[in-house]
């Protein structure tokens, strides 16, 4: 049974920092393509960061433009947990953060679309104040 749970949520001030986890069970790490997608309230979810894994290791990286330069995507195999270390956030950033996974992962960068990805954590939330 796959699961995803998001963690590390939290409020914090623009220019600060937060890390998200989102522990993985169910899914093989050998070979997927995990993602985080954002939600902000009255907007569509959008892409934020994706990574692919092949044959155990860590693959090509995605990131939205306005992230860029900012998050960075990694995984702990060792604990199958996906992060994102968000750095000089900004209230744009606000949103509901996802995880999501897709263990067929065809394409050799990870998508930053949603239709991609089958499965999906609940979310946690990430305010950021001006």
């Known amino acids: 049974q796959v699961q995803l749970v998001e963690s590390g949520g939290g409020s914090v001030q623009a220019g600060g920092s937060l890390r998200l986890s989102c522990a993985v069970s169910?899914?093989?790490?050998?070979?997927?393509?995990m993602a985080w997608f954002r939600q902000a309230p009255g907007k569509e979810r959008e892409g934020v960061a994706g990574i692919h894994t092949l044959f155990g290791r860590d693959g090509s990286t995605s990131y939205a433009d306005s992230v860029k330069g900012r998050f960075t995507i990694s995984q702990e195999y060792a604990r199958n947990t996906l992060y994102l270390q968000m750095n000089s956030l900004k209230p744009e950033d606000t949103a509901m953060y996802y995880c999501?996974?897709?263990?067929?992962?065809?394409?050799?960068?990870?998508?930053?679309?949603?239709?991609?990805?089958?499965?999906w954590g609940p979310g946690t939330q990430v305010t950021v104040s001006s």
């Open positions: 169910g899914i093989p790490y050998t070979k997927r393509c």
């Open positions: 999501a996974a897709d263990p067929s992962c065809g394409g050799a960068r990870p998508s930053l679309y949603s239709y991609d990805y089958n499965y």
